[in-house]
Structures are given as structure tokens and as C-alpha cells.
């Protein structure tokens, strides 16, 4: 059964950074291309970012470009999202995805003074 | 900027049929867009449907199914369960950008 479990959630200040960790529990990981979405309260599914199987080719959506960096570590099972300069509208929960077939529970991000 | 669009909201009525659709302003939805459908319940992540058009996951259940129509992508739900009331999304691949529309939410009354 694949179980993804996202962490590094919490309150920033605007400005702020945050990094998220997914961690994977399926060999087929390193095989995965891999999505960060993400869901402002009460409100749809964004796309934030993609990244390949071997992690040399990765897409943003314009909101986030230049601010977020998707990353992974293979050896590791884990996925990992930077995100800098953190602004109100970041605020949510953050779901990292296999394809987009599974999806973990998410972690929450507020960004608020 | 490109926008999908989805119906706010639809009703229907248990043992019912219903299509939700998926809309891209650029124009004509095709298989090249891989439309993706998911279902999301209250307090719940996301779960995945339809991939590629109309390809179901082993845990899809069997009344869903999807397909293209009238140039858009398209989920319909045949025999309606109560437990389909949830809200649906779908996703379109725009190149190396993957977008979702706003959702519907579909009521079972």
C-alpha cells in the first residue's frame, strides 16, 4: 500500500520560509514523477509544482515561480518542496502526490504576521 | 492566462445519471490534455478517478466513467449513490503546467 506522509508545515511571518518534506513509502519512488498541490481554506486544488523521476526536469505554476524549489532525494524516498518569500496567499494545505494518483494527508501552511 | 472551467455546482437525484464537464480556455479538450478527474469528501485529501480521458484506477468505482464531449473532457456518474456526494475536480495538462478547474460540487438529493 502506498503511503505518502507530508511534514514541515506551520505558521510564517510574510517574507518567511518554510520547507515541506514528503516522505514515500513505495519502492517505486525513485520510478515516480511526483507533484506538489496545494488548497487554500475552503477553496479548489492549485497545482504547484511538478518534478521528473530522476528530478532533472521540474515545472512550477506561474504563482510560485521563482519563489518555490521542488526538489527529491531517491536514496531516501523523500520529496521536498523550499518556499521562499512566503505571502498570504500561500496559505494551506499542502499535498504531495505520486503522479496524481496517491496522495498524501497534507500539511498545513499559514502565513500570517 | 489560461483558465479550466468547471460547473459550480450540480444536483441529482439517487439511481440518477449525471456528466460533469471540464472546459479549457484555449479551446478544444483532447486526449493530449490527459484530463485527470478526482473526488474530494469533506476534511479529506483528494482522490484520484479518471486518468488519461478514461482510464480508471483498480479502486475507481465501476459507475464512473470518462470520456470527451463536445469538446470538453467529461465525468459522468450513472446510478448515482448517495456517497457520491462530494466535490469533483479535474485536471488538464497544458504543456509542463498542470491545472485545475474550480470543482463541482455535486449534490445527491
Known amino acids: 500500500d502506498v503511503q505518502l506522509v507530508a511534514s514541515g508545515g506551520g505558521l510564517v511571518q510574510p517574507g518567511g520560509s518554510l520547507r515541506l518534506s514528503c516522505a514515500a513509502s513505495?519502492?517505486?519512488?525513485?520510478?515516480?514523477?511526483m507533484n506538489w498541490v496545494r488548497q487554500a481554506p475552503g477553496k479548489g486544488l492549485e497545482w504547484v509544482s511538478y518534478?521528473?523521476?530522476?528530478?532533472?526536469?521540474?515545472y512550477y505554476a506561474d504563482s510560485v515561480k521563482g519563489r518555490f524549489t521542488i526538489s527529491r532525494d531517491n536514496a531516501k524516498n523523500s520529496l521536498f518542496l523550499r518556499m521562499d518569500n512566503l505571502r498570504a496567499e500561500d496559505t494551506g494545505i499542502y499535498y504531495c502526490?505520486?503522479?496524481?494518483?496517491?496522495w498524501g494527508q497534507g500539511t498545513l501552511v499559514t502565513v500570517s504576521s | 492566462q489560461t483558465v479550466v472551467t468547471q460547473e459550480p455546482s450540480l444536483t441529482v437525484s439517487p439511481g440518477g445519471t449525471v456528466t460533469l464537464t471540464c472546459a479549457s480556455s484555449?479551446?478544444?479538450?483532447?486526449?493530449?490534455?490527459?484530463p485527470n478527474w478526482f473526488q474530494q469528501k469533506p476534511g479529506q485529501a483528494p482522490r484520484a478517478l479518471i486518468y488519461?480521458?478514461?482510464n480508471k484506477h483498480s479502486w475507481t468505482p465501476a459507475h464512473f466513467s470518462g470520456s470527451l464531449l463536445g469538446g470538453k473532457a467529461a465525468l459522468t456518474l450513472s446510478g448515482v449513490q448517495p456517497e457520491d456526494e462530494a466535490d469533483y475536480y479535474c485536471?488538464?495538462?497544458?504543456?509542463?503546467?498542470?491545472?485545475f478547474g474550480g470543482g463541482t460540487k455535486l449534490t445527491v438529493l
Open positions: 513505495t519502492f517505486t519512488f525513485s520510478s515516480s514523477e
Open positions: 485536471l488538464l495538462y497544458h504543456g509542463g503546467a498542470r491545472l
Open positions: 518534478i521528473s523521476a530522476s528530478g532533472l526536469t521540474t
Open positions: 488519461s480521458t478514461n
Open positions: 484555449t479551446g478544444e479538450v483532447t486526449s493530449g490534455y490527459y
Open positions: 502526490a505520486i503522479r496524481f494518483d496517491h
